[in-house]
Every structure is written in structure tokens, then in C-alpha cells.
């Protein structure tokens, strides 16, 4: 599935900075906040749209954002599509999402869901929520949700065509088929 490109990038961006900044568990094992969270940040975000940022309080910020996003993600995944929304509003009005055309680094106008002159964390915690409110807001919210690989708590959202994907990642998914498989062998 795919929405308009740009929508399609900023869900890729919110999934991986939920998974990269947010503990818990990943592929069968614990997971820590990364001690460097610019470094991490850096990593996640698109290099033209990071230049000179994130400081260490910028990404101590969006960290903070993907925190609350996640907790959107959590509430889709288990059925609470209202709270999701509920939430997910909250947090767009806190960032003041709102759509603005812009146009930067060689592309043609597009929609950014920000104030021009808002922060840099908040920008980009505006545009991740409402690229949400786009997959909360269709048929898509079924794509949407936390990895199903015991030991993993991660997100994903799943852009395949049918629509099957439950699993993170490749490793997960190969996990649980591996478990599956030494439980059939051992039962017969």
C-alpha cells in the first residue's frame, strides 16, 4: 500500500525513530534508549532535512514525540482505534499541525503539516502525527501495529500489497517460523 510518497516516507521515519528511541524488546531481546540519541536520530531522518540538527535537546524532543506516537501505534494495535485517534489529535494540536506547501532542496511544492517557523523537533513530530492520522484515517489503520514475534515489541507498518505483514522484520518473522517448525518436529 502505498499513500502520496512524501506521506510514505515521514510513516517510514516515525516507525523507525519509534523503534530506534523507545525501549522495550526487540528480536527476542531486551531493548535500551540508545545513549546517543543524535547519532540515533541522525541515522533515521533523511540527511537533507537533518543538516546542523538534531542538538542533544532536539532529540531528547522528538524522542519524547516518538514516545507518544508509539503509544498511538500500541493503542491501533490493540483494537482501540478511538483512543488512537483521540490521542493522535492531541498531538497534533499540541505540535500545531497544520498543512503548509513547501517547496526545498530541489522538489516541487509538497505538503509539510507544520508551521514554517516551528521548532525542529515539533516539525518534524508534526508531520510524523498527521502522516499517522493519514493511516488511522483510511482502510490502511488494519497495517499498523506492534510486531507479533514473542520478545518484540516493535512497530510496523505494512505497505506490502496483500497486507499480511505481522512481524517487524525478516528475523522476526523467521523466528517465530523456526519456532513453529521445532515445535512440529517435536510433537511428532
Not at 515521514?10 to 516507525?15: E, I, N, Q, R, T
Not at 492520522?133 to 488494519?142: F, H, P, W
Not at 515489541?153 to 521445532?182: E, H, P
Request: net charge negative.
Amino acid at each position: 500500500m502505498e499513500f502520496d510518497s512524501h506521506t510514505s516516507d515521514v510513516v517510514g521515519h516515525v516507525v523507525a525513530l519509534i523503534n530506534e528511541v523507545t525501549p522495550g524488546e526487540r528480536h527476542g531481546r531486551g531493548f535500551s534508549a540508545p545513549t546517543d540519541l543524535v547519532a540515533t536520530v541522525r541515522e533515521v531522518l533523511p540527511p537533507s532535512r537533518t543538516a546542523g540538527h538534531p542538538s542533544d535537546d532536539e532529540a531528547a524532543e522528538l524522542a519524547g514525540w516518538a514516545g507518544r506516537l508509539r503509544t498511538v501505534v500500541e493503542r491501533v494495535d490493540a483494537g482501540d482505534v478511538d483512543g488512537a485517534c483521540l490521542e493522535l489529535n492531541a498531538i497534533m494540536r499540541a505540535t500545531g499541525a497544520v498543512p503548509t506547501l513547501s517547496r526545498h532542496d530541489g522538489e516541487p511544492w509538497h505538503l509539510h503539516f507544520h508551521s514554517a517557523d516551528a521548532e525542529w523537533a515539533v516539525s518534524w513530530a508534526a508531520s510524523m502525527a498527521t502522516a499517522l492520522a493519514v493511516v488511522l484515517g483510511n482502510a490502511a489503520v488494519e497495517r499498523l501495529g506492534i510486531c507479533n514475534a514473542a520478545g518484540c515489541d516493535r512497530v510496523y507498518v505494512d505497505i506490502s500489497r496483500n497486507g499480511t505483514r505481522r512481524f517487524c522484520s525478516t528475523a522476526c518473522q523467521n523466528r517465530v517460523k523456526a519456532a513453529a517448525f521445532r515445535a512440529r518436529k517435536t510433537a511428532t
